[in-house]
């Protein structure tokens, strides 16, 4: 395998993160402690000076206003604007919109690209996706209550759904529901384009998260579906293949997901030794002194790094060998770049005592924000049981000595 950087991405990471930290970076008081809506026009006249500078939406196709970066250099990107939170929104590269994104170039109809895909892409409006249900395991999603059910050109949807991330102000939900309850288990489900002005798509409310409810696109919302009706031409893709579908979305989604945490890993990272080279811990010494200090610094490096070069090589073989045979290196990354990040976050902030508590650093938001990271896109059990048992397949009637 290559990890070799070209020369273009050289330029676009330093491009990228210069900007991270003259112009990303100082919003973060403000991010933390105000409603989002109130950042809005901070937030456009960030993304005008990105799109002047040629970086937007660094993964999407170039004939959709995108840049058009292939999934290792998106990587790369993921890594560079993880460092702060608002890095990918800025850049027109944040979840839920950039799945979304994917799904709507693979299977939207030319009238669903031009109505949902363009102006999601150029970052006019916001998209949510609703699958986890309240009353049922999103760890085993095969298990659903919500039906699509078709009455002349409709579907009517019924359901409950939550944890609808950025479903606060979106336009549209792409919603699974059960659409054909007799086919085997994978092929009960589709996909389909709720706009959210639609009767009977009724957002609760936003869920309180580790103490914050948020608003706008960092919220998370619990939705009832409540004979919910949607033109049949909403649906994306064949009907029944909505699970095909998502398998499709969650692999590249766990690329940028795992290279956002090493941003973060980096961000925390670096804050972490700042903090000990600063700190007086007695007359004549810094807190760097410590052994435990430097052995934490030292293990938390040894692990950003493993973590970093795992997903790399799980990028270069989804793109090289495809998504089937970088399964087992997908559910890998996910588990171990997951734990990787929580330790990181944890030690920065020990290290910061009383300070990392609070807000007047970043640190505490990720530990609050980026716990959920072992839960979102596969819980860290069933990645490692599905990781387990394909690994002892292989030793089926296998003699070792
Ligand atoms: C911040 C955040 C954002 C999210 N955003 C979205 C979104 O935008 N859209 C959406 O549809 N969903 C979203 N989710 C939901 C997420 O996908 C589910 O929470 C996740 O799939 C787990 O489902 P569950 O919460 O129902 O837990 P359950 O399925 O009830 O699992 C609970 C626990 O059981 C254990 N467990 C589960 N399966 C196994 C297993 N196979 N082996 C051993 N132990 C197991 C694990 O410890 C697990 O944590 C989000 C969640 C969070 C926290």
């Given at each position: 395998m290559d990890f070799t950087v070209s020369e273009k991405m050289k330029t676009i990471i330093e491009m990228m993160d210069e900007?991270?930290?003259k112009e990303i970076i100082p919003m973060e008081p403000e991010y933390l402690?105000?409603?989002?809506?109130d950042m809005l026009p901070a937030i456009e006249e960030k993304r005008e000076m990105v799109r002047k500078m040629e970086l937007w939406a660094p993964q999407h196709p170039k004939e959709y206003g995108g840049m058009g970066l292939d999934l290792m250099d998106f990587a790369l990107v993921s890594e560079s604007l993880g460092?702060?939170?608002?890095?990918?929104?800025?850049?027109?590269?944040h979840a839920p919109d950039a799945g979304n994104i994917e799904i709507l170039h693979l299977y939207g109809t030319d009238e669903q690209k031009e109505k949902y895909l363009l102006p999601l892409v150029a970052g006019k409006i916001r998209s949510c996706f609703s699958?986890?249900?309240?009353?049922?395991?999103?760890s085993n999603p095969v298990m659903m209550d919500t039906t699509a059910v078709k009455d002349g050109d409709d579907y009517v949807i019924n359901g409950h759904k939550w944890y609808t991330s950025s479903a606060d102000g979106a336009k549209f939900a792409i919603t699974m529901a059960e659409t054909n309850s007799d086919a085997a288990p994978y092929l009960r489900a589709s996909m389909l384009i709720v706009p959210t002005d639609t009767p009977g798509?009724?957002?609760?409310?936003?869920?309180?998260?580790?103490?914050h409810e948020g608003s706008g696109w960092p919220s998370h919302s619990e939705i009832l579906y409540q004979s919910c009706r949607i033109p049949q031409k909403n649906i994306l893709g064949p009907e029944g293949h909505g699970f095909v579908i998502a398998q499709e979305r969650l692999g590249p989604g766990r690329i940028h997901h795992c290279m956002r945490w090493i941003g973060i890993c980096k961000r925390v990272f670096d804050l972490m030794c700042s903090r000990a080279k600063s700190r007086i811990i007695a007359p004549d010494r810094m807190l760097e002194s410590k052994q435990i200090i430097q052995a934490w610094i030292a293990e938390c490096a040894a692990d950003i790094q493993a973590a970093r070069l795992m997903i790399l090589?799980?990028?270069?073989?989804?793109?090289?060998?495809g998504g089937k045979e970088a399964r087992q290196d997908v559910s890998m990354i996910k588990f171990f770049a997951a734990n990787v990040l929580?330790?990181?976050?944890?030690?920065?902030?020990?290290?910061?005592g009383g300070l990392g508590m609070t807000d007047d650093t970043v640190i505490a938001f990720y530990y609050r924000h980026e716990r959920a990271s072992r839960i979102y896109d596969g819980v860290d059990e069933a990645h490692k049981v599905s990781l387990a048992r394909r690994i002892l397949r292989e030793y089926e009637?296998?003699?070792t000595r």
């Open positions: 900007f991270v930290d402690s105000r409603p989002f809506e460092r702060s939170p608002l890095g990918h929104y800025i850049f027109g590269a699958m986890t249900e309240v009353d049922l395991p999103g798509f009724n957002r609760v409310r936003n869920i309180s998260v580790m103490g090589n799980t990028a270069w073989k989804i793109e090289t060998l929580q330790k990181v976050v944890d030690r920065a902030l020990q290290v910061h009637g296998k003699q």
